[in-house]
């Protein structure tokens, strides 16, 4: 029914249009025949387009007392630059009072140390410490510059010699922090429109390489090869602008968070297959795997060369600091004014540059300490095999034992609390310093939360059984309790 305005407006518009029609009857312009409707809706557009352009009427405002000003800047209250403080926040870890090597003392109590990577057992080796005390009284302990500006020493370039000749690589560069190699070199080389697809399970580092690079980054389920293959089609089947962009794989060799080994082989191929670079994070298999340490390309008999960029904290296996990027020639020397660890960053102290030389030359003079390390490895898989409430679900090689609950509680905070249970209590109960796969806010990896334990081959078989049985105990004692 329509409604009397509405009735209204139509006969007040048909008596406009039959007002204009009579004298614009015969008006043409341009070949278009004007009459009334036409002339009633070209005085409606410019009556709108005349009411749009109005500025808006505002009163003017009566200004504010002192009194009132002070008052509204008492009950302002500024939003909090930080979330609320939880009591997990508030939890400080143990703090250790010696070298992080096998034994270490907290709390003036020597404990068994299985929390930190000290995978090769060379912190407080004697000839790594040779070394530092020859370098810092040749060169002092810093660099006090990047290496750009004056931060460049021999002991720098020798180092980056030593780790290529020693991987068979034509060029390596140095960086002063561990944790921002793999974060610099990404977003030097991946830019935004570029395409990334990289592993779900990668640690925090290389995502946040992979935030910095402004890509597109699309994820696969980690570890799925079937899932990496999905993924690379679905990102270049019938797109022809992808053919266009620069793409890249990125993994770990040996994954942080969940002691898996990446299928080096397999992921060659599909590279080739899809025509991908493939960027890899050596950080916990350099010196690790392989049949003389020199990481996954020798463990899987991949030639290193397939490999577009390699990268490596030197935190671990050689127990110094730093990292390194490997490859061609021309990959190093576009991070040295591309790369912002490298550009500005002061460069590494050189007596760890040193260590890390030492480091090398004692792996490849004594290849026995990888069959120590896989041995130590092996025995403490086998003595956690039958765990209660617990299991084993990292690779058989990696010296990250990772443990995760066979029966999740349906929430990743409640299995961190159990998990930080069971490791507090073998900390004070049976003096084995281990953690839990405890992870930052900023941290997005959607792998199950467990207990992290680094085998060193510095560990001795009383150490690993030791380990085992204070483990198996309060495992079943905490486990218990849920039931």
Request: hydrophobic content about 40%; overall charge negative.
């Amino acid at each position: 029914m329509v409604s009397p305005v509405a009735g209204m407006t139509t006969k007040a518009l048909d008596w406009f249009s039959i007002a204009f029609d009579a004298p614009l009857a015969r008006a043409v312009v341009f070949g278009v025949h004007i009459d009334g409707h036409l002339v009633v809706e070209v005085l409606l557009i410019a009556v709108i387009l005349f009411q749009l352009s109005r500025k808006s009427y505002k009163p003017p405002k009566k200004p504010l007392s002192e009194k009132e000003i002070d008052d509204l800047c008492e009950e302002w209250v500024p939003e909090s630059l930080t979330p609320s403080i939880t009591d997990d926040m508030k939890a400080q870890p143990p703090a250790l009072e010696s070298a992080a090597g096998p034994h270490t003392i907290i709390n003036g109590k020597e404990v068994l140390n299985f929390a930190s990577a000290n995978f090769l057992g060379l912190i407080g080796h004697e000839k790594i410490i040779d070394s530092c005390v020859g370098s810092v009284e040749k060169y002092g302990v810093g660099s006090c510059g990047p290496r750009g500006f004056y931060g460049t020493i021999d002991a720098h370039l020798d180092c980056e010699n030593r780790i290529a000749k020693f991987l068979g690589t034509p060029d390596s560069i140095l960086y002063s922090y561990g944790i921002s190699t793999i974060f610099s070199v990404i977003p030097a080389f991946c830019k935004k429109g570029d395409i990334i697809v990289a592993d779900e399970g990668v640690h925090w580092a290389v995502q946040n390489g992979l935030y910095l690079s402004r890509s597109t980054v699309v994820y696969y389920k980690h570890n799925d090869m079937t899932s990496l293959e999905k993924t690379l089609e679905k990102m270049t089947r019938g797109n022809k602008q992808a053919e266009k962009l620069r793409r890249y794989i990125v993994v770990e060799a040996l994954y942080q968070n969940s002691g898996q080994i990446a299928p080096l082989d397999e992921i060659v191929r599909l590279k080739e297959k899809y025509r991908f670079r493939l960027i890899m994070d050596e950080s916990n298999s350099f010196g690790v795997l392989g049949n003389s340490g020199r990481g996954l390309a020798e463990h899987f008999g991949v030639p290193i060369e397939k490999i577009d960029i390699i990268t490596a904290g030197m935190g671990n296996a050689l127990a110094t600091d730093g990292g390194f990027c490997t490859g061609s020639v021309r990959v190093i020397d576009h991070q040295r004014l591309s790369s912002s660890g490298y550009v500005f960053s002061a460069s590494l102290p050189p007596y760890l540059a040193s260590a890390a030389i030492a480091a090398v030359d004692y792996l490849e003079a004594n290849p026995t300490v990888l069959s120590s390390l896989r041995r130590n490895i092996a025995s403490l898989v086998e003595g956690l095999s039958d765990i209660p409430g617990l299991t084993v679900a990292s690779n058989p090689l990696s010296p990250i034992v990772l443990l995760k609950l066979k029966n999740s509680t349906g929430s990743q905070k409640r299995d961190l609390q159990l998990l930080n249970k069971i490791v507090e209590r073998v900390l004070e109960e049976d003096s084995v310093y281990i953690v839990t796969t405890k992870r930052s806010n900023l941290d997005k990896c959607p792998l199950p939360v467990g207990i992290r334990m680094f085998v060193s081959a510095g560990h001795s078989e009383s150490d690993l059984q030791n380990a085992s049985d204070a483990l198996k105990r309060v495992a079943a004692s905490v486990l218990s309790e849920l039931n």
